[in-house]
């Protein structure tokens, strides 16, 4: 069964920088789009970043300019690059893919990575 499996996150200081990744656990699963969420102790979870073929990512006001969610040719992994971290960033990130290539097939059912935790000290 395919699954989606996330790499990367850790302990960092304020300004530092993580990136973390995401990949369909089957080479031949293409993902064609992928959100970044995060849940901070206590909050809901939400949209960090989105990324779809031929669509302009999209980021959530809190981390644009600073969060860079990108892609290598359509192909498995999507990357989130983290830069200048803040405290309020410290959170369990996860990926979720709604939409998969295979072959010429087109596949929509929802994945949801393992999460990876980011904490930014101060």
């Known amino acids: 069964q395919v699954q989606l499996v996330e790499s990367g996150g850790g302990l960092v200081q304020t300004g530092g920088s993580l990136k973390l990744s995401c990949a369909a656990s089957?080479?031949?699963?293409?993902?064609?789009?992928l959100g970044w969420y995060r849940q901070a102790p206590g909050k809901q979870r939400e949209v960090v970043a989105a990324i779809s073929s031929d669509v302009t990512p999209n980021y959530a006001d809190s981390v644009k300019g600073r969060f860079t969610i990108s892609r290598d040719n359509a192909k498995n992994p999507v990357y989130l690059q983290m830069n200048s971290l803040k405290p309020e960033d410290t959170a369990v990130y996860y990926c979720?893919?709604?939409?998969?290539?295979?072959?010429?097939?087109?596949?929509?059912?929802?994945?949801w990575g393992q999460g990876a935790l980011v904490t930014v000290s101060s």
């Open positions: 089957e080479s031949t699963f293409n993902i064609k789009h």
């Open positions: 979720n893919a709604r939409c998969f290539q295979v072959g010429e097939r087109y596949m929509y059912f929802e994945l």
